[in-house]
């Protein structure tokens, strides 16, 4: 019963967390602008604010998407994981771990996340399975 309902969680989480980064990249884009995220990155300590702020709300935009689709998903849940890690390191880890404090505990879970479902194929329709299973059935035919 495990086995049947693994890929179908799986699709949920992709989906969930997928969601999640695409709002927070579309409202670096459209809530704050451009600009006022790299004001904010500049303002954290973020090195490099006006190339990282653009990078990651592409990233983010692009890797929920990625992320929904079950698309390139290693590579987008170590890249989102690596986000991740910067918003805790610049931005969280100050304020202790209680995400109402401000704090890492909401991130840490994101990019845990992120790594989980890029390594784990993530599950049904992902796009990934769905290559995956064309190029096993075209080499044994």
Known sequence: MIDQAR???LLL???A???IF???GYQKFATMGLA???KFFESVGIPLAGVAAPVVAVLE???GLALIAGAALPIVGLLLAVDMVGAIVFVHAANGFGVADGGFEFVLALAVASLAIGFTG???LAVDG???RRRTATATA
């Open 61 to 63: 935009v692009v890797g």
């Open 36 to 38: 006022g995220t790299t």
């Open 130 to 132: 769905l290559l995956s």
């Open 122 to 124: 993530g599950g049904a």
């Open 17 to 19: 967390v997928g969601v």
């Open 13 to 15: 989480a992709r989906v």
């Open 22 to 24: 695409l709002v927070h």
């Open 7 to 9: 890929p179908y969680v």
